[in-house]
Every structure is written in structure tokens, then in C-alpha cells.
């Protein structure tokens, strides 16, 4: 079964940058699509961003468009997510998911279409 770890979150000032990444164990990374997922204290849970299979499609939250960017290292069998110009407002809990049913070139940004998830990593943006 494919397992998902993730590590990068810490506390970060506004306007700070931070790589989340997730190491993926028990299949390659080839197999699946990737997404991240947030989730603030008191809110919903919320896509970021996501990556196809073959790495050539990506999604962007509207939030976090032109300041995150998630890509793949099938050397390394993980997906990172590097954010910049971070503000209070990423705050959250971050999570790795990936899904098995996704076509080569696309991902869809929908937790539902998830199957496997990672435990999370803290992004706490404060000065």
C-alpha cells in the first residue's frame, strides 16, 4: 500500500518561503497523481494544488496561484510543494494525497478523488 510522509512545515514570517515535501513509499510516483491539501483550525478543508501523473499538468488554488508550485522527483519517489511570499493566511495544516485513478496528463483538485493521504505537516505564518 502506498504510503505518503510529510515534512517542511515550521513557523515562517509573512512573505517568507517554505518546501513541503512528501516521500511517497510502496509504488513509484509514476502510478499516481498528487494533490496538497489544507486545512485551517475552524475551517474546511481546502485543495492547494495538484499534479499529474506524467508532471506536465498542474492546479493551482486561486489563492496560492503565482505564489506556489508544486512539482515531482521520480529520483527521489516525492512531490514537493515550495511556497513563496507567504502571508497569514496559509496558515494550516498541510497534506499529501495522491490518487490512483487519474489519467496521465491531469489531476483533478477534489479531496474526494483521493486515495491515499499522508499524515500532515504545520505551516504557521506569523511574525
Known amino acids: 500500500q502506498l504510503q505518503l510522509v510529510e515534512s517542511g512545515g515550521d513557523l515562517v514570517q509573512p512573505g517568507g518561503s517554505l518546501r513541503l515535501s512528501c516521500a511517497a513509499s510502496?509504488?513509484?510516483?509514476?502510478?499516481?497523481?498528487f494533490g496538497w491539501f489544507r486545512q485551517a483550525p475552524g475551517k474546511e478543508r481546502e485543495g492547494v494544488s495538484c499534479i499529474s501523473r506524467n508532471g506536465i499538468s498542474t492546479k493551482y488554488a486561486d489563492s496560492v496561484k503565482g505564489r506556489f508550485t508544486i512539482f515531482r522527483d521520480k529520483s527521489k519517489n516525492a512531490v514537493y510543494l515550495l511556497m513563496n511570499a507567504t502571508t497569514p493566511e496559509d496558515t494550516a495544516d498541510y497534506f499529501c494525497?495522491?490518487?490512483?485513478?487519474?489519467?496521465?496528463?491531469?489531476?483533478?483538485?477534489?479531496?474526494?478523488?483521493?486515495?491515499?493521504w499522508g499524515q500532515g505537516t504545520q505551516v504557521t505564518v506569523s511574525s
Open positions: 510502496g509504488f513509484p510516483l509514476d502510478n499516481y497523481a
Open positions: 494525497a495522491a490518487d490512483i485513478t487519474a489519467l496521465q496528463g491531469a489531476c483533478v483538485l477534489v479531496g474526494s478523488h483521493f486515495d491515499f
